[in-house]
């Protein structure tokens, strides 16, 4: 069987799908029978050189010409996100199933095209916009579709997870593992998205949405980036057994839902605190399956072609029933799970330890001279207690811990 | 969509089945659309008592009846090789979908058995086989499916797993580690299948023939078991920064193989040696993935169902075109593929060291006292140079070592 792609951008994950589907061409084709030929390509500018051969692909900046051509299969690594969304839409209308990588316009718009391809008979994928190469978004469909999920949780940023590695390896600052990041490519030279936790959270929100079959906005999900992380506190944990992480948190908390980013010691001991550097990593906790985790690559032009590749063979051998779109809102919980926290305070140790015993709150203090802490599970009330009482430097939870 | 389902096996797997599918009913019935109704159970003892609810399920020992009623699609969870595959069998050919859950019998049968599925247009699902809740069977199939695969490697047996982090965290000999295994019931009574490696090895060819679509036979499968393991080797190593795990491992060696089961030391910060206890866990590495894990519980009721009931909804949900038959016989490659190595002799450390130096060979002495190293990788042959001159007490490879 031989299925007609038009490619819809040609950046570091177009690049890497045409040279992908180049050199596995025959592996594909003789484990799943499937062969793939990439009749256009859409692009901004027709004239620059790419580096991928592109020998007999049209390649056009004109998406009509593609809309009015006879393909089988879209596959949009543009970016872009109201008028790109739009594009797909028209694709989903004409019952042409798209395979999709743009999590900033997903994270938006996926209910609406999900409805349309519904409607159309067709489907949409998008295995590569959450955790690159990661397959967790075919496992959560398919591997994963016997269990009730409560948690789904991981490090879905490598920009940050690359600053925090830096950090906790070589004691860097903050600052100074920003600009390495930056300087080897892995971050912007506007690391917002990054740093503050919103690209980790757009993630955040096509897994929750998978994993509780509800429909989140963005604005649901909690953001804390990393761009106050001292390494003083990342230090001072170390020698507590805790590593910190920037991580996505969906949880169900009796059916409504706690949606976060945000940095979290984990032991040093836990399959999170050694997924380093520019990795992924994505945690799931099944009413049957308990514990389960999802490894690899979280970004690179082959990595991610790994993934968005796999969704055109899928597309082309798997004929699924049509998906339901959930049809609920999910609501957030009103309170703060119980967690415990590690605390770090500008104020006189022993008024600090004096005040927490007053409390009833076990803890441990981690540092004879500085006034850090680490708590036993206490609820958000306790939490907001010794907030109003002292000035808190750092408070970030612990994964896990009882 | 409802489909008619008969159980065969009503044990550990064959329980959680049944109590998965009463408990997570409504869950799979929304997400999937599909219903299961359990018509028959097939066991050996129609009188005992189950743990799961049998009520409106037609409990038989006769598997003729089950095979001349209506049945969707076989769930066979009771082991047994060659009569348990002539049943499987029957089904195919019959046209109906097989879900198993026996390795045993797969690891014999499996191509006679995808061969007969491909002939009568139907299929063999088997996720629960590798790695009990892990889905990596479906994984390689249906995720992986864009990659040349060079390389699994995993903790496929969740018995030797405990046993070998018992020794290592708990300073415990084998003999003792082994005891505490059988008496929580992860290991039987004879342990030989799990200590020598036979499980593993099992899952291990299962794992390669779907990776690079060769077949392969059992024989085909080094077997080192951990019944030889010296908790004196753990210890020394732990010292060194690295950790015992037992793994099965089948790598691509340019279009050769190395199917092995075997203790191999991974570095202490790897991701394989924080999967402690009874877990398991599966690496892979692709030509376009690099490398990703997927870990999670080996073994038990619930979690092993996890896979069955995933099998269950996939048969249902999922049209796939007829999968290959692996064409060809993999090959194994003659020569061992070059490794470091952690090594022990019964022999004075001078002598040792003195002959190492003379082959131009990397290596590092763990202990002053014991003549423990650790090598630089080398090939197989300088490996047998050293085995020729001196007693070697222990020799295990250190896994990604230069």
């Known amino acids: 069987m031989n299925k007609k792609i038009a490619l819809l951008g040609m950046g570091t994950v177009g690049s890497g799908v045409v040279n992908l589907i180049r050199e596995n061409e025959d592996l594909i084709h003789s484990s799943s029978g499937v062969g793939f030929t990439i009749t256009h390509v859409l692009v901004t ?3 620059k050189t790419r580096t991928a051969d592109v020998s007999n692909i049209r390649v056009t900046d004109d ?3 593609i809309e009015n051509a006879d393909i089988d299969l879209a596959v949009e690594v543009m970016g872009g996100i109201d008028s790109t969304k739009e594009i797909i839409k028209r694709f989903l209308q004409k019952g042409i199933p798209v395979v999709t990588a743009n999590k900033d316009m997903l994270a938006v718009h996926i209910d609406e095209l999900e409805q349309t391809a519904a ?10 916009a959450v955790a690159g190469g990661i397959p967790i978004i075919h496992t959560l469909q398919h591997s994963l579709n016997a269990n009730k999920i409560s948690k789904v949780m991981g490090i879905l940023n490598g920009t940050t997870n690359y600053i925090l590695s830096k950090m906790a390896f070589d004691g860097w600052e903050y600052d100074d593992a920003l600009k390495d990041a930056q ?7 506007d690391p917002t998205a990054d740093v503050e936790g919103i690209d980790a959270a757009r993630k955040t929100l096509l897994l929750a949405r998978l994993a509780f079959d509800k429909k989140f906005t963005l604005d649901q999900v909690k953001l804390n980036g990393i761009s106050g992380v001292d390494i003083k506190d990342i230090e001072l944990a170390k020698s507590a057994g805790l590593t910190l992480k920037l991580l996505g948190v969906a949880e169900d908390l009796q059916g409504k839902y706690n949606l976060a980013v945000e ?5 040093t001991t836990h399959q999170l605190a050694n997924v380093h550097y520019e990795k992924n990593a994505v945690f799931v906790n099944g009413n049957m399956l308990g514990e389960a985790m999802f490894y690899g690559p979280g970004a690179g032009s082959y990595e991610t072609a790994s993934a968005v590749v796999s969704d055109m063979i899928n597309s082309a051998v798997i004929t699924a029933e049509a998906k339901n779109v959930p049809a609920e809102n999910g609501e957030l919980a ?4 119980d967690s415990a926290y590690y605390l770090r305070f500008n104020e006189s140790l022993h008024d600090v330890q004096s005040f927490l015993a007053s409390l009833d709150v076990q803890f441990e ?38």
């Open 365 to 402: 203090n981690i540092d004879t001279e500085e006034a850090a802490f680490r708590t036993v599970k206490m609820s958000g009330a306790v939490l907001q207690q010794i907030k109003d009482k002292f000035a808190v430097a750092a408070a970030y939870k612990i994964n896990g811990a009882e």
């Open 263 to 267: 940095p979290i010691f984990v032991e």
């Open 45 to 47: 500018d027709t004239t």
């Open 183 to 189: 300087a080897i490519g892995y971050a912007e030279a």
């Open 63 to 65: 998406i009509t010409e």
């Open 334 to 337: 009103e309170e703060l799970a």
């Open 119 to 128: 409607e159309n008979n067709t489907a949409l994928y998008y295995e590569a």
